[in-house]
């Protein structure tokens, strides 16, 4: 079932925060690394590369969860949730939408010669803000 | 098998950057939150408290995995690993500790009547990094 997420989460998912991804291993442990993160509607986006760990487990096990903090540690809002999609429509624009985001930049300057993005869309299924407002 | 930490994975624990740390739900899906981390040689210890889902988590499956990056999402480090030991022993101690590192401050401000600290004791399995050195 789709949880909602406050105005305080959405912001905080909007604005230029690193979150932090976790996903399953194939032996069930977690997995959890830095990604950028993008809002569509009530989903959340996430870019990675075909080949990464990332989109092999979501696509074995779709259960995820995100942890997102402001620079200090707060507000931090953490999503358990379920990758709903995997697509590479429009990834590649979407890539460079997240280097505008992140650094400011019109292209994502870390391309690599044979890299294919991929967009994990995620549906949050339960979501805790500790928010300042 | 216990990893070695790079100095510069030790360097992103021993500073004051807020680490994410993943453990798997009853039902086997993930869980992450922001936490404060130490070191210990090469353990990595979090204080939490007793009553929340993490020590729940961990007792019941010690299997977790560690996302550390610094205020700019760089350089970064990953961990995976086991909870090894889940101690009380000098916990409030260890929290006021905490707060000396990524507060500056004396004493953990947010006790709450009643609340007793835990210490997990993390060791790595696997570590990745991604350094400026």
Same mark, same amino acid.
Request: cysteine-free; charged content about 20%.
């Given at each position: 079932m789709?949880?909602?997420?406050?105005?305080?989460v959405k912001k905080l998912f909007s604005e230029a925060n690193l979150a932090h991804l976790a996903t399953l291993m194939k032996?069930?442990?977690?997995? /959890?690394?830095? !990604?950028?993160? $993008?809002?569509?509607?009530?989903? #959340?986006?996430v870019n990675t590369a075909e080949g990464r760990v990332k989109p092999r487990n979501v696509r074995r096990d779709p259960r995820?969860?995100?942890?997102?903090?402001?620079s200090t540690?707060?507000?931090s809002a953490f999503v358990r949730g379920r /990758?709903?999609? !995997?697509?590479? $429509?429009?990834?590649?624009?979407? #890539?460079?939408?997240?280097?505008?985001?992140?650094?400011g930049q019109d292209?994502?300057?870390w391309a690599q010669p044979g890299d294919r993005?991929?967009?994990?869309?995620i549906e949050p299924e339960y979501v805790t803000g500790m928010m300042t407002d």
């Open positions: 789709p949880a909602q997420m406050t105005p305080g032996d069930g442990s977690p997995q /959890v690394t830095p !990604v950028w993160v $993008d809002l569509d509607g009530e989903r #959340i986006l995820v969860a995100i942890s997102i903090a402001g540690g707060y507000p /990758v709903v999609k !995997v697509t590479n $429509d429009g990834a590649e624009a979407h #890539i460079d939408k997240m280097a505008k985001k992140y650094l292209e994502y300057p993005r991929v967009i994990l869309v």
